[in-house]
């Protein structure tokens, strides 16, 4: 089961990534002030980062290329994040009904369950989780494809860098 310290532990980690939080801010998920600055999400395995800029509405893994389409707001939502596109402003990740099914790029609506995330920390990187279910998570499968949700099961492919962009 995971554990509220775990989030705690995970929240915190992103934010000082992100520069969130400040030499003031309390150590601790409940206590950070605000997430802050732009994210990128980046997977070794596909040589990939996360994408917005899809033909349709679903994030993909492309090339880096340092446009606006792979950088992403995180947004606090208690231990959990919104994680909405800066290049599709309102429009956040949102985890599909089905394994195997792409993940969405959709306007963001706070009380959406299904768009709300956790960044569980694995060594030097993080798996980018559901924060409903713990078990399902986002994974790339190659560059130019879309990423999908799958069951977790830490493999690189369900392993991000997280950098300020």
């Known amino acids: 089961m995971y554990s509220i310290k775990k989030a705690a532990a995970a929240t915190v980690t992103v934010l000082a990534v992100t520069g969130a939080v400040t030499a003031a801010a309390p150590a601790s998920a ?7 600055g732009n994210v990128r999400f980046f997977n070794e395995a596909t040589n990939g980062s996360l ?24 947004r606090p ?11 599709k402003p309102g429009n956040c990740l949102q985890l599909p009904p089905f394994v195997g099914d792409p993940i969405q790029v959709a306007p963001c609506n706070t009380n959406t369950a299904s768009q709300r ?48 962009s």
């Open 51 to 74: 994408d917005a800029n899809s033909a349709g509405s679903v994030a993909i893994t492309w090339e880096p290329n340092g446009t606006a389409f792979q950088d992403w707001i995180l």
């Open 117 to 164: 995330w956790r960044l569980d920390q694995v060594g030097d990187k993080f798996v980018i989780a559901d924060a409903v279910d713990e078990f399902f998570v986002i994974e790339a499968t190659s560059t130019t494809n879309p990423v999908v949700k799958a069951f977790r099961d830490r493999g690189p492919n369900q392993l991000w860098d997280v950098t300020p």
């Open 30 to 36: 409940g206590q950070v002030r605000q997430a802050g």
């Open 77 to 87: 939502l208690g231990p959990t994040f919104r994680i909405e596109s800066v290049a």
